[in-house]
């Protein structure tokens, strides 16, 4: 037997609101939270679809103003240039503030050195590029579209995540975050990251560029491409990729799911051209986007946690 | 559809992590890799069998411990609902983590073990649950399997919790036998316990009514922003940024802002730039007023008739969150009410409440780290608040501490 007391059932005189109007709600709020209480906040933009979909909100939030901070791209040079296309167009568009920081740049005046090999990488580097930017424009709040369901480390991230003068993470100190009053204080040098699409899923995401017509760069739907066949996963075909005697270079059909450095970022097979297509190729896909699509999650177990606790996204 | 946000809690080891990780295995929401990933996990910490607890405890130190230590967030959907799960530490020391993610829930299922009984980290979460006013609660007598999935052991736990809610304000109450590890009763019935005819956890999860816990009827909504795009065809352009934290405003409705007292009328709302009719709970939009008053951050738009309390002098419960210094009667801090900041002072600490009896201490000097007490403080500037029971948006506030900006307390204004 179950055991209740007083559930008074109820008329439904009002419906429920949609869980994407809830959630755009959410993002909307936060977004203005953040205008609100900081003096130097920036979003952090890559030209993929979940920092696409912020950029979005940002403009429902503050219209029909301008978004109040301007757009910040740390860029590892090994971009997909259909990403960068994209990213350049858009903030020409909506006459946002663009500033780009590059990789590159870091490297030669820091001296640091890359890695080399297989599966080098600069998504570790971007961290450093990061930070100096954050130094260099004083920002004390910085907007991104991480997502909690996209990894383990990132499911346990508050809203509004802390980060010290060094940028790090504390996982095992986290700010309590009650209700949704959100406390962005802070001493000069540290600075609070922000995740207004927290809440969202994968899907959740889709589903919203869908609702609201937002374009995309080309490589999210299907398309032929040369790539790299390497340990089970496509790689775009590149020279910032260093090859491998084992490598085959192969002509498929595919989409990519997540766009971020091409040295970490797999492509799939997909005939999906169309929102509703990669909407239902997703739907049923047994396999996380993550774990479908990045390569930098899967050298260790707790590698993106390693990574925030430097100061990473 | 729409969405139910829920929370775990209950004592270390009751089970809680396993049962989120049982609740989406059995709803087919753990994809292949993760799966995997469990797996191997598994494997390397020698648990034998899967440990679908390792869905959620997702730091290094989590899984060195066994542990949860803050709460983690995960998603799933079946065809009737969408689930924002929280899943919540049982350790005693990350209580406050605990109470991060139980203040948005709508619900709280609070496991207890079958061979344990309530015990005082049950009580401490209940109260928490109570005070926060989660509309809902599931208690999940958990581990049955370890009992002989005896009926009676069920209904004596049962028992003893519903004498515990009676002293709480819990609104909506089920009590539910389960097993997270075999999957009794999460989302299919049990087969070994054919004496159990009442609903599924799942099942409860999908049919709670959520929207009846909104407060539909006081008109509440707190300036965030000023827009003020300032080009020549948006010359005299202002328009307040915010959120609807209840009731509802309409074009041509009279309001109030406070703690200032204006009156005005709504010329119009929007939202995305487009005007919109109506904004209800929780949409955010932005009001534009009839005359031009001095609104900013911080003020609060309320309909003209139904006002709040507005005053310097505040009484609150509160749970006391900092394990460096502790709260003490005289102390500053900054209050945080909606988007509201005011410096105050402690005037008084009324009283404290006992964890296990749920009776009340007095003559306290000082709160620790998780303590729960009735205090008095003072503001220094008006604040415009309701009663936390009868307006959860705005009767919540927060403590921060002065010098090292961390939030240390939470208070429900009574
Ligand atoms: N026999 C049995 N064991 C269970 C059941 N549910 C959980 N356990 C075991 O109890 C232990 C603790 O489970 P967890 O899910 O980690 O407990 P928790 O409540 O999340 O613990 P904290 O988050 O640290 O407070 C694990 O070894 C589980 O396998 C159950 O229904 N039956
Ligand atoms: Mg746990």
Known sequence: MSISVNEASVGAEKKAPDYLDQLEA????????????????????????????????????????????????????????????YRDELAKKIGAKLIVRYVEDTIKAKGLKEQTGKNASRNWLQTFTLLDTIEEFEFD?????????????????????????????????????????????????????????????ELDVWAYLKREGIALPSIYFAHERELILRD?????????????????IVTRQVRFRTVGDMTCTAAVESSAATLDEVI?????????????????????????????????F | MDLLRFITAGSVDDGKSTLIGRLLFDTKNILADQMEAIERASKTRNAGEIDLALLTDGLRSEREQGITIDVAYKYFQTPNRKFISIDAPGHIQYTRNMVTGASNADLAIILVDARHGVVEQTRRHSLIAS?????????????????????????????SYQELAQKLAIKDLTIIPVSALNGDNIVDRSTSMNWYTGETLLSVLENVNVLKDQNLEDGRFAVQYVIRPQTDELHDYRGYAGRVQSGSFKKGDL??????????????????????????????????????IDISRGDTIVSLNNAPIVSQDIEALVCWMDDRKPLKAGSKYILQHGTARSRCSIRDIEYQIDINSYEKIDEVDSLKLNDVARIILRTAQPIAYDPYQKNRANGAAILIDETSNVTVGACMIE
């Open chain 2, 131 to 159: 005070m926060l006013g989660i509309p809902h609660v599931i208690v999940a007598v958990n581990k049955m399997d370890l009992v002989g999935n005896s009926e009676d052991a069920f209904l004596e736990i049962a028992k």
């Open chain 1, 280 to 312: 239902a190729e997703i739907t049923v896909s047994r396999i996380s986007e993550r774990g479908e699509t990045r390569i930098d999650d899967q050298q260790t177990e707790a590698a993106m946690e390693d990574r925030k606790k430097g100061g990473y």
């Open chain 1, 232 to 248: 089970g996963k496509l790689l775009n075909h590149t020279p910032v990729i260093e090859s491998d005697p084992e490598d085959q």
């Open chain 1, 141 to 201: 709040a910085c907007i991104g579209g991480a997502r909690r369901d996209e990894e383990k480390a990132r499911a346990k991230e508050r809203i509004f995540s802390f980060r010290d003068e060094f940028g790090q993470w504390d996982p095992k100190r986290q700010r309590p975050e009650l209700w949704n009053l959100f406390n962005g204080r802070i001493q000069k040098g540290e600075n609070v990251r922000v995740f207004p699409i927290s809440n969202w899923t």
């Open chain 2, 255 to 292: 309001i109030k802002v406070l703690p200032s007292e204006q009156e005005s009328k709504i010329a119009k709302i929007e939202f995305g730039g487009n005007e919109i009719e109506e904004a209800s709970v929780l949409e955010s939009v932005t009001i534009l007023l009839e005359d031009d």
């Open chain 1, 26 to 85: 959410e993002a909307i709020y936060i977004m203005r939270e953040v205008a609100g209480q900081f003096e130097r906040p920036a979003l952090l933009f890559s030209g993929g679809k979940d920092s696409i979909t912020l950029v979005h909100l940002a403009q429902k939030a503050f219209a029909p103003g301008k978004i109040p901070f301007p757009l910040v791209h740390v860029d590892t040079g090994h971009n997909f240039i259909e990403a960068i296309e």
